[in-house]
């Protein structure tokens, strides 16, 4: 496996503990990465990573073809739209510009490449402030993120409470999870706080969790 092809093939399982993985240095001082999968250039390919900002770094002001979208786990992550503290979720269409920093230090979750049309909307949501709705199984809370019928993906946040239990389900467009708080299993294993998860098209499982869970879920994205 090359650094340019990291867990790429969207048709494989992967998974990634990111607790069990060192920072690595990004191109800008004081920004530091934990990649999860990028397929192409090792600078300019489509990409899933997590990203720590030190206090005060600050990126160049750059394009983000094909879209970027980010969900900031801890401080606050800012840029010429504004200040977004933890909670916030931002989906940044093709031919946005901007030029990211840091005054505190921040740790976001960011996906590059993957949000392609010009037809795109941008999306800011406060999730710590966002109205929950009752999710399909019992125990559970769902906070839709991003859905548009002219694109396959869509995002959300999923609550599971203490005990809760998902029955088998089918994901024929693919399921990607990251888990933000508590803990989750299904037949395959047990995901702690900040494990990523892939699973490919026509994948199937069940889930529980005993302690709750919150959790990042991108669906349908795959096929």
């Not at 402030?129 to 999923?158: K, R």
């Amino acid at each position: 496996m090359t650094a340019e092809q990291l867990n790429a093939d969207k048709f494989e399982r992967a998974v990634c503990d990111t607790n069990a993985m060192d920072w690595q240095p990004s191109p800008v001082a004081g920004v530091w990465r934990k990649r999860l999968e990028l397929s192409g250039p090792v600078e300019a390919g489509r990409v899933t990573s997590l990203v720590k900002f030190d206090a005060g770094a600050r990126f160049p002001a750059h394009d983000h073809p094909d879209g970027e979208e980010i969900l900031v786990l801890d401080g606050v992550f800012s840029d010429e739209f504004g200040d977004h503290p933890k909670g916030t979720f931002m989906l940044n269409p093709e031919g946005t510009r901007h030029e990211p920093y840091s005054e505190q230090g921040c740790l976001p979750l960011v996906k590059l490449r993957q949000y392609p049309g010009t037809a795109r909307e941008a999306v800011r949501i406060d999730t710590l402030s966002a109205t929950w709705q009752e999710g399909e199984y019992s125990g559970t809370e769902q906070l839709m993120l991003y859905q548009d019928e002219a694109h396959p993906e869509a995002i959300c946040l999923f609550r599971m409470a203490p005990g809760c239990e998902v029955a088998e389900h089918d994901h024929p467009g693919g399921e990607e999870l990251f888990v933000l708080e508590g803990g989750l299993e299904d037949q395959n294993g047990h995901y702690g706080q900040g494990s990523w998860e892939r699973n490919p098209v026509g994948s199937h499982h069940w889930a529980k969790s005993e302690s709750g869970a919150l959790v990042y879920a991108k669906l349908g994205h795959l096929i």
